[in-house]
């Protein structure tokens, strides 16, 4: 529990019980009726996180979850992962555990439905005694298996509710029990007795029908349905962890002169650590000896290495790519940015309205009114002198034939072969909530270091003094800085190989700190590094390229001299190149309506120039991690429906905070994690091709769910004018099915643009 405001706290509550997006609301909306609480309920998440008066006792807010008919209680603080030992079952293994109750259902469900459904629609299987078996394989699969539907619509039905559970288990129930009526009391108990195909429409007494093949095979489809969205709803939290898990486990300390190895998590500020290079950083603190280059893009979206010294302060989780560090540490613990990141990416999470599942907005109001319906045909029926046979059969005729069967494959079939065919292309898509959202989304969002750009720096240009052979620029520069660590260096020796034959190996080397390296190759005396390292040995760059060198970093470049033998020699341009494909993704982009916006941690000048170069109008440069947070949140407190394109740790918890979060899968697990859509390719040009899959997949639900209901509702009149003969009825619900599973196979012919 946190305190916010004076008078007021805070507190994030584990809720349990929760089948679907409106139990969220329900909890939602009774916390929300207490005085002095303000809370939000996340179903993907499960969890509650509540504002509320100081004086209120946790225990209220716990009780009043319980008086809902759900769990609730306070979670334990995401935990580092730390060297020593193991401490019990992993996070992994008790996700596992708690699926596999829902994975023992739906094993039963469809090796027991299987044989009943197949009895039931072919008449050569319909053995002396097959109803009977029916009746054994079937009453499992409706009791054990259905046993989540039951529990729910009772809870619902306790607090004036109706979802898709209370639908599933009223038609089930229904035609379970007039199943066994029609066995026990009925003459469909008859050994012998056959479901012929007749589609003739006429006045019956049900007593020799059965509905097993209905009942265990709803139950099995949407219980399929089910355990494929908690597979993927499980991962909702694996930001956070990722998150922890950047830091470093262990740390080198200082003690009276020796270096002693200890877990990170037993720093205290104060304690002073040694860092070498290509090690992360442990927690933040300010450098008290040394110098070196540390890449920290993954939190501040910075391309270039940050050169830091005595005095400079360095973050927590980034890397010591140059020389030997020791720092001092100031912050630990939940104190560090790396910790309040992950916070943030919890906020975000928690604060996130999530989607109402449209099944279950259908059910709300489809329910009530079909179970009107019925006891208004029992009525009448009644009231007409019919006898009680004839008007039972026609009111559970009503809750038969509005059993959704095609509804259970509504939705997961259409998930299934459009997340199937998003897979082949390279898109994962989390859950059907995300594609809700991608049909209203108008402004996309896109950090630029790894998404819009490669990433990596690279060499871009090689500008020559009069008279200088560009190859030998590159051998004898790209020799030199091959043996030096800092991230330049590398992508200059990286773009002197590439367009060279072999580099020479110097015959000296010594690297310059904060200005460059120096030595000597194949006999000359080599500088490459800063302008400053030339005016060091009383060299001066040319006129061109003087010029050169200003337009390179008035465009955000880094600019690198070369010099030798006394003489400067050229200007090597150094920069996070822009990918191939990147501005025919933004104008893909444009084409579905959306408006681009480049957001970074870079420099202004960077950012402008990237921009230009690809086509972006918008650009908001010069961010740190939270502003990308409060960008996100004003963009859509502006009315518009966001979307977020990152792939570093200072992406997350933006992606967390947008409408729909697109992860580059060659960024880090953090970023992957809290996004909706990971784009398994580094090509920004699959954002695209996710948002029109995703616009198409959803799509093809809607159209599953309308003709789903649509036979439905089609048949009601007959079943409640007692018409309703039973092959009739296995008709339509066969025939729904087969047209959702056929329209859903529709989505498996989607082409990227580019094909």
Same mark, same amino acid.
């Given at each position: ?8 706290? !805070? ?114 299987? !319909? ?5 009977? /078996?029916?009746?054994?394989?079937? $009453? ?12 729910? $619509? ?70 399929? &349905? ?20 950047? &830091? ?102 928690? &604060? ?29 029926? +009644? ?11 026609? $009111? ?10 095609? /509804? ?37 969002? +896109? ?31 790209? $020799? ?113 309506? /959306? ?59 933006? /992606?967390? !905070? ?98």
């Amino acid at each position: 529990m946190t305190t916010t405001t004076p008078g007021t706290a !805070q507190v994030e509550l584990a809720i349990g019980g929760m089948t679907c997006a409106s139990c969220a609301a329900r909890i939602e909306k009774k916390l929300n009726r207490m005085d002095g609480v303000e809370a939000t309920v996340n179903y993907a998440t499960e969890k509650a996180k509540v504002t509320f008066a100081a004086d209120i006792p946790v225990a209220d807010l716990i009780a009043t979850v319980e008086a809902t008919g759900y769990t609730a209680a306070e979670p334990e603080p995401p935990k580092a992962d730390t060297a020593g030992g193991d401490d019990g079952p992993s996070d992994e293994e008790k996700a596992d555990e708690e699926l596999r109750p829902l994975k023992q259902r739906l094993v039963t469900a469809v090796a027991l439905a299987v044989p009943v459904i197949a009895m039931a629609m072919v008449p050569a299987l !319909q053995i002396e005694y097959w109803q009977w /078996l029916s009746l054994t394989l079937a $009453a499992p699969v409706v009791t054990y298996a259905a046993w989540p539907f039951h529990r729910a $619509a009772w809870t619902n039905a306790r607090h004036g509710a109706a979802t898709m559970d209370t639908l599933i288990s009223v038609g089930t129930t229904a035609a379970f029990l007039w199943s066994l009526w029609a066995l026990f009391l009925g003459t469909a108990g008859t050994p012998g007795m056959t479901h012929p195909f007749e589609f003739t429409i006429a006045r019956t007494d049900g007593a020799g029908n059965i509905y097993l093949e209905a009942a265990a095979g709803v139950t099995a489809f949407i219980l399929a &349905g089910r355990y494929f969205e908690a597979r993927s709803k499980r991962k909702a939290g694996a930001a956070l962890k990722a998150l922890m898990q950047l &830091g470093a486990k262990e740390v080198t300390v200082l003690r009276d002169g020796r270096e002693v190895t200890v877990p990170t998590a037993e720093l205290q500020a104060g304690t002073r650590f040694l860092v070498r290079p290509g090690e992360k950083i442990a927690t933040d603190g300010t450098v008290v000896e040394g110098s070196s280059a540390v890449d920290a893009s993954m939190l501040t979206g910075e391309s270039v290495p940050v050169e830091v010294g005595v005095g400079d302060s360095v973050t927590g989780a980034t890397l010591n790519a140059g020389g030997r560090l020791v720092v001092e540490a100031t912050r630990v613990g939940a104190d560090t940015q790396l910790a309040r990141m992950a916070r943030l990416v919890e906020d975000a999470q928690n &604060g996130k309205a999530a989607a109402q599942r449209l099944a279950d907005r259908i059910s709300a109001v489809f329910v009530p009114i079909v179970i009107a319906l019925a006891l208004g045909t029992l009525g009448f029926w +009644l009231g007409t002198g019919q006898g009680l046979t004839a008007a039972f059969t026609a $009111a559970v005729a009503v809750l038969i034939i509005a059993c959704p069967c095609a /509804l259970g494959l509504a939705t997961p079939t259409a998930l299934m072969v459009g997340t199937g065919r998003g897979a082949q292309l390279g898109i994962l898509i989390k859950g059907p909530e995300v594609l809700e959202t991608t049909r209203k989304v108008d402004t996309i969002v +896109l950090d630029k270091t790894g998404t819009v750009t490669t990433g990596r720096m690279t060499l871009l240009k090689v500008h020559t003094a009069d008279g200088e052979d560009e190859t030998e620029v590159l051998r004898l520069a790209g $020799a030199l800085e091959h043996s030096s660590e800092h991230p330049v260096a590398q992508a200059v020796a990286a773009g002197a190989a590439a367009r060279t034959n072999t580099l020479p190996t110097p015959e000296d080397f010594a690297n310059v700190p904060g200005l460059g390296v120096q030595g000597v190759v194949e006999g000359h005396a080599v500088l490459v590094g800063r302008e400053k390292l030339l005016d060091a040995w009383a060299m001066e760059l040319p006129a061109g390229l003087k010029s050169a060198k200003d337009e390179a970093e008035k465009a955000g470049r880094t600019a690198v001299a070369v010099a030798w033998d006394g003489k400067a020699r050229a200007v090597l341009e150094v920069a996070d190149a822009v990918k191939e494909t990147s501005a025919e993704a933004v104008r893909r982009l444009r084409s579905l309506g /959306l408006t681009p916006i480049l957001l970074t941690g870079d420099n202004k000048a960077v950012a402008e120039s990237v921009a230009a170069e690809v086509g972006i109008g918008e650009v908001i440069a010069e961010v740190m991690p939270q502003d990308k947070v409060d960008v996100v949140k004003r963009l859509q407190a502006e009315g518009r429906s966001v979307a977020m394109v990152g792939d570093g740790v200072n992406d997350a918890a933006a /992606l967390a !905070q947008a409408d729909l979060g697109l992860a580059m899968g060659t960024g880090t697990d953090a970023a992957i994690e809290a996004a909706d859509l990971t784009l398994v390719r580094g090509d920004l040009r699959a954002t695209a091709d996710a948002i029109r899959l995703s616009r198409r997949t959803l799509g093809t639900i809607r159209s599953n769910l309308f003709w789903a209901f649509a036979y439905n509702v089609a048949a009601l009149p007959l079943a409640a004018a007692g018409l309703l003969n039973p092959m009739i009825a296995g008709a339509a619900m066969a025939f729904s099915s087969v047209f959702v599973v056929g329209n859903s196979l529709r989505l498996r012919g989607f082409q990227p643009a580019d094909t």
